[in-house]
């Protein structure tokens, strides 16, 4: 190929950059992204808001057409060229990986490593200019291979033209997203909502827990080591779940369950049935030591907020106790007030979240320590007007995709395609 | 339909899945090859029919239990693999597709009392099973791909021609990056419907880019310079480094302490 004999003979820095001399920029930019950070403190890095990033990114767009479409110097030329696309991906690249390593966001951390931003590295100088740069270089390479409308085309288009754009409004459409939190409780309407910082902001629309509802999974039984102050779980000694009549032998001890009250309250006897509020689940259980014969029966209960945790007491250091069960499922029944006339009732849950006036409500949590009993539930309103746009970016690179499976590498497909690959 | 039928139909379908696999060896390279596509495609068609008969049964999409889960785990695998299959010729993609399939089938054979196990609320979406599937795929393509590539290094030591490995290592990797897209994507569009938000840089997420990333660089340095064999043989090699810590090292970071997908 002659094309490496030219490449050979040319000197650094003469026409058309190689690989030197795009590694050479790309690292400088994250050098000098260091150095930006180093010396602008504690400022922390933000992005412009509506309509600020929208002039920014029509702006950057038309300047990288017309650039392209009307200057072809050799510089123009190496800004769509792979070498340089190469040497922006490896780079970013290189800084995501030293944020794989050094954890994120964590308040303990100080000293040079934060200087330089690599604590909190999405917010960081070094970030954002090594992606600036990438973008750029994506969206040169993009114009340029826009024409002729071929289907191979269409389809670089597609995953290059789609992770632009997911990655142009994800990023700035984030300082137009709203996130709040809002506690809501059963029977008062509330519009007020907090965000991360704690500032408080007012709704055009306030919301009323009407019930809050909570499936759990059954509890577990298992052995209680006191010497280790722990849970004993592994392969051998596991978690029994609690189902009347079943039983299961744990670490030598066969545990069978005789009886099983979902809800429960404690008398002088033992063990009652029980709805009223925070009555814990109990069982009655049989252990019987499978080599000393030795049975001991009981009340076990995990016991709730107002009522006390019951354990079996089995030898000197073993005991055996009740987990609390896990929610399987849990949702709220809201209503949401336009006016104090002008309502609508919904339910949400986790992965079921709900859209209104422009919010989409989320489930999150509730009052974990009164668990099933919760009279309040946490939600989160979010507002993500660039949504739409990102989710374009996202069908478009699917789309790509797609089209990858089906051509594989193209050039070779068509050689290759009726032979056995492997 | 029921849980009660489960076995006649796990023995059937797995039984035409491995006589299917045994047919497209045996038949390679007579007139009747087609007769081992009858038996593959019935494999797909009997436990679709399961599944269906479940669902009116149950009178709810069966999406909720594990045992549900990996129904669909099992539907979606082998229809994948058939496609790849089909498309490619790839016949260790079809094994390895259907044995999988095979195996979640059979897992749930063994263990119906976890019919109803716990499952998070977060995890019950259906975006679950779409996201798992495409990163199995993915993961094994990526993973033969590496394999290729030390054939590829081996070759090259001995001095012999890899312009079939590294053509065929292009295509691996061409495929396997499409389903790592497709699991990104799919894991970012659950996390907006779970969490309100579609990217949070959580260590696992990370992980997953840096995985995507690498193999971003692969494909573009092969566009870029196509007689740069050896380089590319040894960017593929490392690859897969960054796809195990992905995979399985994760948990292990310091990074990850806080992260929501330690499993
Ligand atoms: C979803 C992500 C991406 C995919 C799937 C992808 C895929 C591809 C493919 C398949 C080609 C070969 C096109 C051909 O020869 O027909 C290519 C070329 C190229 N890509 Fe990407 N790419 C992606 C992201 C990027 C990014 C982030 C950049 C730059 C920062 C980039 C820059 C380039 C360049 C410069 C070329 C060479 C184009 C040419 O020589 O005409 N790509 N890409």
New interface residues.
């Given amino acids: 190929m002659d094309g490496m004999n030219k490449n050979k003979k040319r000197k650094t820095w003469q026409s058309p950059w190689g690989y030197l001399e795009s590694f050479i920029i790309s690292s400088s930019i994250l050098i000098i992204g260091f150095i930006i950070e180093f010396f602008s403190g504690d400022n922390l890095l933000k992005l412009p808001a509506w309509p600020v990033n929208l002039i920014l990114i029509v702006i950057v767009i038309s300047y990288i057409i017309i650039v392209q479409k009307f200057f072809k110097t050799s510089i123009v030329k190496w800004f769509s060229s792979p070498p340089a696309a190469i040497s922006a991906i490896s780079i970013l690249t290189f800084l995501i990986l030293l944020m794989g390593f050094i954890p994120q966001n964590n308040e303990a951390s100080d000293g040079f490593v934060k200087m330089i931003g690599l604590t909190h590295v999405t917010t960081s100088w070094p970030y954002l200019l090594c992606s600036f740069f990438l973008l750029l270089i994506l969206g040169f390479t993009i114009v340029r291979r826009l024409f002729p409308l071929t289907i191979k085309n269409f389809a670089f288009f597609l995953n290059h033209a789609g992770l632009f754009i997911v990655i142009v409004t994800a990023s700035l459409g984030s300082a137009d997203l709203w996130r709040l939190n809002m506690q809501t409780v059963e029977g008062r309407a509330i519009f007020t909502s907090y965000d991360h910082n704690g500032n408080s902001y007012n709704l055009p629309f306030a919301i009323k827990l009407l019930d809050f509802k909570i499936k759990e999974y059954p509890p577990n039984i298992g052995l209680y080591s006191n010497k280790d102050n722990k849970l004993k779980i592994d392969k051998k000694t596991q978690l029994m779940e609690v189902v009347e009549g079943s039983s299961k032998i744990l670490d030598n001890w066969n545990i069978i369950i005789e009886k099983y009250l979902n809800g429960s309250k404690k008398d002088s006897l033992g063990y009652d049935t029980s709805n009223a509020i925070g009555a814990a689940p109990a069982a009655y259980v049989k252990a019987v030591n499978q080599i000393s014969s030795k049975e001991i029966c009981g009340w076990v209960s995990c016991g709730s907020f107002n009522s006390l945790m019951k354990p079996l007491v089995l030898t000197s250091d073993l005991e055996l106790v009740m987990t609390i069960p896990v929610a399987r499922e849990y949702s709220s029944d809201i209503r949401v007030f336009e006016s104090m006339k002008k309502y609508k009732d919904y339910t949400i849950k986790v992965n079921e979240p709900l859209k209104v006036h422009g919010w989409t409500i989320y489930q999150t949590g509730y009052n974990e320590k009164m668990g099933k009993w919760s009279n309040m539930s946490i939600i989160e309103l979010v507002n993500d007007p660039w949504l739409p746009a990102v989710y374009v970016g996202i069908f478009m690179l699917l789309t790509g995709s797609l089209y990858l499976v089906w051509m594989g590498r193209s050039n070779q497909a068509k050689k290759t395609k009726n032979n056995d690959l492997v | 339909m029921t849980w009660y039928n489960y076995s006649l139909y796990v023995y059937c379908v797995s039984g035409s899945w491995i006589i299917g696999m045994i047919l497209v060896y045996l038949l390679r390279k007579k007139r009747i090859k087609w007769l081992a596509d009858i038996f593959l495609v019935a494999g797909v068609v009997i436990i679709s029919v399961f599944t269906v008969g479940l669902w009116m049964e149950l009178e709810r999409p069966p999406f909720r239990t594990l045992a549900e889960t990996r129904l669909w785990y099992g539907i979606f695998i082998s229809v994948i693999g058939l496609v790849?299959y089909y498309?490619?010729?790839?016949?260790?993609m079809l094994a390895y597709t259907l044995l999988m399939a095979i195996l979640f089938l059979f897992i749930n054979y063994f263990n119906p009392d976890t019919f109803d196990?716990?499952?998070?609320?977060?995890l019950?979406?259906p975006w679950f099973i779409p996201h798992v599937v495409v990163y199995i795929i993915g993961y094994a393509f990526l993973a033969v791909s590496s394999l290729i590539g030390l054939i590829g290094i081996y070759k090259m030591r001995k001095n012999k021609n890899t312009d079939d490995t590294i053509?065929?290592a292009?295509?691996i990797v061409?495929?396997g990056?499409?389903?790592l897209?497709?699991g990104l994507?799919f894991g970012?569009?659950w996390a907006?419907?779970?969490?309100?938000?579609?990217?949070t840089?959580d260590?696992k997420e990370?992980?997953a880019?840096?995985t995507w990333?690498?193999y971003?660089?692969y494909i573009?340095?092969r566009?870029?310079?196509k007689?740069n064999v050896k380089s590319s043989l040894w960017i593929l090699s490392l690859a897969f480094i960054i796809l195990l810590?992905c995979w399985f090292g994760v948990n292990y970071?310091?990074?990850a302490?806080t992260s929501v997908h330690v499993y």
Wanted: proline share 5%.
């Fill in positions: 790849i498309r490619w010729r790839l016949f260790w196990k716990t499952l998070m609320p977060a019950q979406s053509a065929l292009d295509n061409y495929l990056f499409a389903f897209t497709f994507l970012a569009l907006k419907e779970a969490w309100g938000h579609y990217w840089w260590p990370t992980w880019f840096l990333m690498v971003l660089i573009h340095f566009v870029s310079k007689k810590i970071l310091p990074s302490q």
